[in-house]
């Protein structure tokens, strides 16, 4: 049985926290500010297993996202308060917004108006990059940041527990192509138990694996990184940092790809 755990963000627009990845970064969440909505019910999701339910509040609506968003930027530049990046992520998949699209570029030119250097970033599971009006959407942020945690079928429903049965490693590495150059590639390392099977992404096979897809996709940067934050998962172990970086470099070397380790 995994840990009782509820959403972490209880807003639209949350932040700024500092990123360890990422920089000061602004939140913007996509998902009801009291409940989970997502494609994936991953093992290791800081936000809790999907059976917590999806709330009463709904998504949020274009309208409030943008006018919260105004909101805070103002006010943080008013501050000169500093911001590295925008960040769609929070308690489930942004993508999943029917209005992500216009969504984006409603960011996109706030952004411009009041930090025209902050980088846009979206946190993305790649369920949705099969949707035209959402890959199209993701090409424009400055950093499309797409989850592959393994490549090989048993091991990712493991890790990732898709919605969608047809959800494969095979279909979304091939529709990753698509940001061949531009998006960046994301992989959660870690290793453990989930209902008595073991959990290990970080066996010679799967690292293989992994060095196979990325190869495929050629995305222009590779993320790598283990468990920062309590798991609903409770057999979950994390990666140190020293291994994660022995993997990097072999994935980096056999590759050719810039690898980010945190």
Known sequence: MGKDQTVLFHSTIFGPIRSRRLGVSLGVNLSPSDGKICSFDCIYCEAGYNAQGAGKTGLPPRSKVNADLRAKLSTMKEAGEPLDVITFSGNGEPTLHPDFPAIIDDVLRLRDEFYPEAKVSVLTNSTRIFTPAVAEALKKVDNNILKLDSAIDHTMRLIDQPNDPAFSVERVVDSLKQFAGTGIIQTMILRGEHDG????????????????AYKAISPREIMIYSLD???????LIKVEKPELEAIGKRIAEATDIPVQVN
């Not at 959990?199 to 010679?204: G, I, K």
């Open 229 to 235: 934050r309590s798991t609903p998962e409770e057999k």
């Open 197 to 212: 099977e073991t959990v290990d992404n970080t066996t010679p096979e799967e690292i293989n694996a992994l060095i196979e």
